[in-house]
C-alpha cells in the first residue's frame, strides 16, 4: 500500500491504536454483557429494563465496528484474541447478578461501567484533539452514545 497521507498527519498512531484497542475490547464485552441481560431481566419493571439493555447491546456492538475501522485506517490490527478481551478492555467486566429480577443490581452495575466509559474517552478526547481530527469525531460520537447511557440507567433506577 502506499504512504497515506491520513496516516502521516497523525502522530501518535501506535499510542491511538493501543488506547482504540482498549476501547474495542471493552465495547465487545458491554455489548455482549447487555445482551446477555436484554434476555435474562425479568420481574416487575424487567421488561422496560431489559429494552434499554437491548438497545445499549446494539449501540457498543456499533462502537466495537467504528473502533475496529479506526485501527485498520491508521494502518494498526484490532486485538485478535477474544479471550484476551478482558485483559486489554478498559474497565473491568461485571459478571450479571445470581437473581434474573434483581434488575437494579444489573443497571448499577452498568452505570459503573457506563462511567469508566465516559471516564476514559473523555481522558482518551484529550489526548487526540490536536493531532487527530478524525478519532475525536468518533470518540466524541461514542461519549455521547455513553453519556446518554448513564442518563437513562440512572433515570431507570430513579
Ligand atoms: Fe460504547
Ligand atoms: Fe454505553
Redesign the pocket.
Known sequence: MPKLKGQEIVKNRADIIKDLNR?VA??LL??YRYLYLSKYASGMHGREVAERFAK?AN??W???GMFMERIIQLGGRPFERVSEAEKVAFGKYLLPPKDETDWKKMLKDSLEG?RD?IDFYHKLLQKVHTDDAVTTHLVRE?LE??VG?EHALATLLA
Do not use: I, S
Request: hydrophobic residues 45%; aromatic residues 0%.
Open positions: 476501547a471493552a465495547e458491554a455489548a445499549m449501540d457498543e456499533g462502537h466495537v457506563e466509559a461514542a452514545d455513553e447511557d
